[in-house]
DNA sequence: TTATAATCGGATTATTTTATCCGATAAAAA
DNA sequence: TTTTTATCGGATAAAATAATCCGATTATAA
């Protein structure tokens, strides 16, 4: 299998999406967004825990609690949720997994790949939650 | 964590490169690959069946015996190796790890992700192992 | 104040990936 | 023919990732 970012990762992405499309000031639970995005609902508590101590998501205990967006979602970007639960480090590791692969200790494909690493960086850097909002909405409705 | 390819495949390619670079007729054995590119000999090894039984490389056992190319290093792709190894899904599922993403049910950065595999996908279907000889002959030596 | 409905968080289990062990087999060289 | 040096391949171990369990906590609404 060969992936590019992890299960937890794909899922927070989800959440957070869904979290910036659903918003309307009231908080939503994990319970919905286990059964709307089909992910199991104690793994995605566990992420949006994480997302939490993160600073990117806020949470409220008890009756009507749940989950929201800690800032306008014009502020959150993709690369945000990467950086949080994957890290940044596939943006600057080897493709061919080659140890110390540098400009000055170059893998055979060096220049190549990192063009495209950093196309695929600048795209979850500009890519905030607010602009993916209307496109989500309709993902969501077809799930 | 996160990762692009598995480790199966990445020392897949570094191993294939390697024959590829290393070629002179002769045969190279598991345990010469394995010190040379850092990689635990038993796990190699384990790849190196893998990519026979998949067609690209050739073996003989016995003394002398080892591993090479099973054609011409023109003929060899580093696209294969990913298809062998990993398969190529990551070229076909959702970054985002939405279920049935696809031009009718879009995620919200299906065209613009799209873009980007496809790029990948062009790149390591037109590097043969024989254009990265040079560049391989030179990682090599700095390992 | 009490019942309800939510998150919190530590412990555990399951699955997949990565890595290792070792006996069997085979081929070439001595 | 015997010894040496390889791969082969099945079984197992270790580590990382994914998923689950459940009791504790907290806040709201009745």
């Known amino acids: 299998m060969t992936v590019i970012f992890s299960k937890k990762c794909e899922y927070g992405m989800q959440a957070i999406l869904y979290l910036a499309a659903r918003e309307k000031g009231n908080l939503v639970s994990s319970d919905e967004i286990s059964k709307v995005l089909k992910i199991p609902r104690e793994f995605i508590s566990k992420i949006l825990q994480s997302l939490r101590e993160s600073g990117l998501i806020i949470s409220n205990k008890g009756k009507s ?79």
Chains 1, 2 share one sequence.
């Not at 950086?83 to 494909?109: K, N, Q």
């Not at 939650?129 to 989500?136: A, F, N, Q, W």
Request: aromatic fraction near 6%.
């Open 65 to 143: 609690g749940g989950f929201g967006l800690a800032k306008d979602p014009s502020r959150i970007k993709l690369i945000d949720v990467v950086a949080a639960i994957d890290g940044l480090d596939i943006f600057d590791s080897c493709v061919l997994g080659f140890p110390e692969c540098s400009p000055t200790h170059p893998c055979p494909v060096h220049e190549t790949w990192g063009t495209l690493r950093t196309q695929a960086y600048d795209m979850l850097n500009s890519e905030t939650v607010d602009k993916l909002k209307d496109k989500t909405l309709n993902k969501i409705s077809s799930l």
